[in-house]
């Protein structure tokens, strides 16, 4: 069995910039990594943003990571912002 992680149900945690889990689970499904760029999908949140700066952060269904890869990550944040 995992070591507990962070886990984030959906934006209700999402702070300013940076999400505030207040929960954790050893079961993961998704995986968001520091970097990332955190996207809601689902419910009343969709398109809110926040930024992944835990080395890992367990996410749910409602939640989508993006990882830059060629990209910047300051760059593919303002177009989603727009």
């Known amino acids: 069995l995992s ?7 959906g934006p209700a945690e999402f702070g300013e910039i940076y999400p505030e889990p207040t929960r954790s689970t050893a079961q993961t499904r998704a995986i968001a990594i520091a970097g990332d760029i955190l996207i809601t999908v ?17 996410i ?8 830059p890869i060629i990209l910047n990550a300051a760059f593919v944040e303002l177009v989603l912002k727009s």
């Open 3 to 9: 070591a507990p992680i962070p886990y984030l149900t």
């Open 42 to 58: 689902k419910g009343s949140g969709v398109g809110k943003l926040n930024l992944v700066s835990q080395p890992a952060l367990a």
């Open 60 to 67: 749910s269904r409602q939640l989508m990571a993006i990882r």
